[in-house]
């Protein structure tokens, strides 16, 4: 189970027929929150219910620690007035396992949102720009699914607030743009090539994972790792079970 809780923010999800009902109503291992429909003050209230699972966990922590202690001490003077009104609010019974789980984790999902105004800040100062900037803040990772890269997200966030980006075959003018952004580490000519080598069966996807070194920064989805042969490139399974090479 990777997510406690997934907020996802679609505007076309649910008139989406068959994709949006199918996701909605499918079973999860996660409590899943949808909504048609962006605006701050539920992106405010979704951020608060984040912190309040991690303060909880916090205060489940901090009753463990106050119960072993009691369990510790041979005398009940031991115990300091803060840690007595821990266990008298626990009743003097030992905390449940209420984070079976671990520490709390979410996920966001903004998918096509371009087309709406202010989602976004230029100058990274709206709250969802703010928000995403800080999201280790509240256990939360995120997944921003667009057909539009540069004219739709705020340069700070393009350029080192996401470990990794999923790109998938297109034709847009806006492709080698793109490309010249991302290829910090290799030519833009030579990223094209592995964008193309990596897209090239439907449905395939080019994953660049800007936390690893180069040899490992570039995938086909998520199992092939994408290697250089000179002028060739070779796929590699994360399991070391077969190679594929282009032809």
């Known amino acids: 189970k990777s997510f406690d809780r997934c907020v996802f923010f679609s505007p076309t999800l649910e008139g989406e027929v068959g994709k949006g009902e199918t996701f909605i109503n499918s079973k999860h291992n ?8 962006y605006s701050d003050d539920k992106m405010r209230e979704e951020a608060s219910m984040m912190k309040q699972k991690i ?3 916090k205060l489940w922590q901090r009753k463990k620690e106050v ?8 005398d009940a003077d031991e115990l300091d007035l803060d840690e007595l009104m821990i266990l008298e609010s626990m009743e003097f019974e030992a905390p449940k396992n209420e984070f079976p789980n ?3 984790s979410h996920l966001l999902i903004l998918d096509d949102l371009v087309g709406a105004k202010g989602v976004f800040s ?3 100062r709206g709250y969802l720009t703010e928000f995403i ?4 803040h509240h256990s939360c ?3 921003i699914l667009s057909q539009v890269f540069k004219n739709f997200l705020p340069a700070q966030l393009r350029q080192g607030s996401f470990d990794k980006w999923v790109l998938f075959s297109t034709k847009s003018k ?4 793109i490309a010249e952004e991302m290829s910090d580490k290799i030519e833009v000519e030579k990223f094209l090539e592995v964008w193309d080598y990596a897209t090239n069966n439907t449905h395939d996807a080019l994953v660049v994972d800007y936390t690893a070194p180069l040899d490992y920064m570039f995938r086909r989805n998520l199992e092939y790792l994408i290697r250089f042969d000179n002028d060739s490139f070779s796929t590699l399974n994360i399991n070391d079970r077969e190679t594929d090479k282009k032809d």
């Open 55 to 57: 303060d909880e966990w």
């Open 122 to 124: 230029a100058n990274c």
């Open 102 to 104: 671990g520490y709390p």
């Open 30 to 37: 996660f409590e899943l929150e949808v909504h048609n429909r």
């Open 174 to 177: 806006h492709r080698e743009s």
């Open 67 to 74: 119960w072993a202690k009691f369990l510790r001490v041979k």
């Open 133 to 136: 900037l800080q999201s280790r």
């Open 141 to 143: 990772s995120v997944i």
